[in-house]
């Protein structure tokens, strides 16, 4: 049994999720909460695909078309929140990032990555969230230049474990990742 007062261990876990979330579809943090902010203030919470993370630059990447909301909401306040619970491991990971949103030249390796079915994901006509006559009353195009890759840098972790006797900690780049416990 390793230690329950490992901190370092506890990050460690959190971003093997992470990876193992870009790496198989099937696994729990595959498909994060993502949180924006919108230009009014309201809170905005949906799901997204994790398409990279690394532990070493503390860095996540999610893909999405620019015509969305949350590009919108980014562009006026450049944060987001992701959150993941992983049930097998009884794991909360929430995430606080700041997200540049890269296009362009920028993102033409992820896009030479995309299969050609799944570029339709990039381009809805009429814009996502624009009203239409009837249910299916839109189209697909597969439009480079409507794919922005959203560059999320990690500013802080919250982690809550609920074993038997739970355990909570939060870790902020600021301090290197130290990381604290704190009262769950
Ligand atoms: C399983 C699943 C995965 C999704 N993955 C993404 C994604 O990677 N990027 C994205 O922009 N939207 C993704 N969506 C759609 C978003 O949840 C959302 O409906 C869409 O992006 C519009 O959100 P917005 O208007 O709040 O920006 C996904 C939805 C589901 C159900």
Redesign the pocket.
Known sequence: MSDPNDLAAFLAQAWQHLGRGVADRRAPAR?PTFATVSPEGIP?A????L?AASSTAGTLE????IA????AALRHNPVAALHIWIPRSDLQIRVTTQVAILTGEAVEAQWRQIPEGSRV?YGTVPD??APIASVYDYEKPANRTRFAVLECTVTAFDLVHLGTQHRRAAFVRADGWAGQWVAP
């Open positions: 498909y905005q949906r799901t997204v695909a398409r999610v893909h999405t078309d969305t909301d949350k590009v994901s996502p969230g």
